[in-house]
Each structure stands twice: as structure tokens, then as C-alpha cells.
């Protein structure tokens, strides 16, 4: 990968908030790198690099972001195929993750921008799950808009701390490596759950992650 794009909202209104899931993880990644952040005003979006990885916030509002990932991958010639993008996913229960090589917006605002800027679906992704909020229309919004509960808190954690863990194995030993290992425990541990009186022999201290959250129109800023 040469370049690492967290989804999110800007602003204080969005700090914390389900639709900022992939602001949250990349922070940490970032963080735990020794990194910090600055604006970069010609591309509307918070930039930082380690050698040759770029890792991106976008500050467009989520409908948009695809114009500063377009942008920046355009100056420093880095294919789509180098570029990992991370995103709320409200089809995977909180403290999911799903990796994928490829694939549609699935609904999500902010990829179907990215996919459009890009001219191309055939790039990495990494979903974070954040749960179910209702049926759809008003209620989706409310709930990918909303802040977690505190009751979550202690599961967000831990989903941020396993999405940093499988950024770090997908940059030091490849895509196909992180997707075997995050997705294939996930994948077992549902199957367990479906039958009973079966003990777990997983120990699932990585989860997987998957799909996106419909936005709210009103922010094509």
C-alpha cells in the first residue's frame, strides 16, 4: 500500500460519531506510527506520511471524499490498486472487520465518491463494523450520524485497536495474509454461534470487517 484513506465527517458535530469509524482507526494507526496530521487546503483533506505511505482524512464531507483521493493519488502518481480505504460498514455488528480486494460502494456515500474519483472499484478496502440502527431512511441516518453509546465504548475500542492490527499485518505481510487471517475468524466464529453446544475454539482477538452506512445527502459539501 502506498497510500491509507480513513472515511469520516469533519468538524467537532462529528467527532465520535459511528460514520467516523474510519477517521477513528486511521488516528490510531497514525498515532501509534509517531504521526501527526496537518491541512492541506489545495486537496480539502488532513495529510501525514511515513516514508512512502501516505495516510489521508479527507475534509469534504463524506459524499465528496473521493475528490481529495483522487487528487492526491493524481500528484503522487499511486495506482488504486495501492490505495487502502477504511469505512463504517452498518451490515457487520460492532467490533466486525471485513477485508476485501475489491467491490462496490455496497451504499456507502462516501466509497460510491471514492470509486467515482478513482474510475474504479478494483482497490483494497477494509470495513469496520458499527452495527445496525434501524430499518433504513431517518433511522439509518440517525444511527451512522450518532455518537456511540457508553455501553460501546469498551467493544469500539477494542474493534479500533484489531482494524490498526490488520493495517499493520496488511503492510508487512501483504493483502491476502490480513484477509485469511481477520476474516476467516470472524467468519468461524459466526458459524459456531449457529451451532449450539459447540465450544469455541477461536479466540477471536481480531474481527473482521465489512459494509458501509447510506449518508446524508444534505452533506455534498
Known amino acids: 500500500m502506498s497510500m491509507i484513506v480513513g472515511l469520516g465527517n469533519p468538524g467537532r458535530e462529528y467527532l465520535d460519531t459511528r460514520h467516523n469509524a ?8 497514525a498515532k501509534d506510527l509517531g504521526l501527526s496530521f496537518h491541512s492541506e487546503k489545495r486537496w ?3 495529510i501525514t506520511r511515513d516514508g512512502d505511505l501516505y495516510l489521508l482524512k479527507p ?5 465528496e471524499s473521493g475528490s481529495a483521493v483522487g487528487k492526491v493519488a493524481a500528484f503522487y502518481k499511486i495506482k488504486p490498486a495501492q490505495i487502502l480505504v477504511l469505512y463504517d460498514d452498518m451490515d457487520l455488528p460492532l467490533g466486525r472487520l471485513r477485508i476485501r480486494q475489491g467491490g462496490s460502494a455496497g451504499g456507502h456515500n462516501g466509497m460510491r465518491s471514492v470509486i467515482n474519483h478513482l474510475g474504479t472499484q478494483d482497490f483494497p478496502r477494509l ?14 441516518i440517525k444511527h ?16 479500533v485497536k484489531k482494524a490498526v492490527l490488520a493495517l499493520t499485518v496488511i503492510m508487512e505481510q501483504g493483502l ?4 485469511t487471517r481477520f476474516n476467516t475468524l470472524a467468519e468461524t466464529k459466526t458459524k ?5 453446544g459447540k465450544p469455541s475454539n477461536v479466540q477471536d482477538s481480531l474481527s473482521e ?8 445527502k444534505t452533506h455534498n459539501k
Request: zero cysteines; hydrophobic letters at 25%; proline letters at 5%.
Open 22 to 29: 474510519g477517521f477513528m482507526v486511521v488516528d490510531q494507526y
Open 127 to 140: 470495513r469496520v463494523g458499527i452495527g445496525t440502527g434501524g430499518t433504513g431512511g431517518n433511522g439509518t
Open 44 to 46: 480539502h483533506t488532513e
Open 192 to 196: 459456531q454461534k449457529t451451532q449450539p
Open 209 to 216: 470487517t465489512d459494509l458501509p452506512a447510506e449518508d446524508r
Open 59 to 63: 475534509q469534504t464531507f463524506m459524499n
Open 144 to 159: 451512522v450520524l450518532g455518537k456511540f453509546r457508553d455501553e460501546e465504548r469498551s467493544e469500539l475500542e477494542k474493534s
Open 176 to 179: 491476502p495474509v490480513a484477509m
